[in-house]
């Protein structure tokens, strides 16, 4: 069974940083692909960034330039820094882990950014 916990929320300023982590509990790791969502209250669930398990980011438009989605394959451990945090990137953000039919997302960690 997989599982994932986020932690690395809080609450900061605009133009503020936090780096969120997901610690995966999962065998061979190294092969899947994580990625970060994020739902905003009142919104749909949003991908935020996906990284490969070689290592490939991809980024949603409205976080180009501002996060970056990196991996630690040895500690099962997925990263996002945001950097320059506007109050529209305030919501609940989660990893997501897909294995064979299986889609698997951790409780989440409050993002808050004060105007």
């Known amino acids: 069974q997989v599982q994932l916990v986020e932690s690395g929320g809080g609450l900061v300023q605009a133009g503020g940083s936090l780096r969120l982590s997901c610690a995966a509990s999962?065998?061979?790791?190294?092969?899947?692909?994580v990625g970060w969502h994020r739902q905003a209250p009142g919104k749909q669930r949003e991908r935020v960034a996906t990284?490969?398990?070689?290592?490939?980011?991809n980024y949603a438009d409205s976080v180009k330039g501002r996060f970056t989605i990196s991996r630690d394959n040895a500690k099962k451990l997925v990263y996002l820094q945001m950097n320059s945090l506007q109050p529209e990137d305030t919501a609940v953000y989660y990893c997501n882990l897909v294995l064979a039919t299986n889609n698997y997302w951790g409780q989440g960690t409050q993002v808050t950014v004060s105007s």
């Open positions: 990284i490969t398990g070689g290592g490939s980011t």
């Open positions: 999962v065998s061979a790791f190294r092969f899947y692909a």
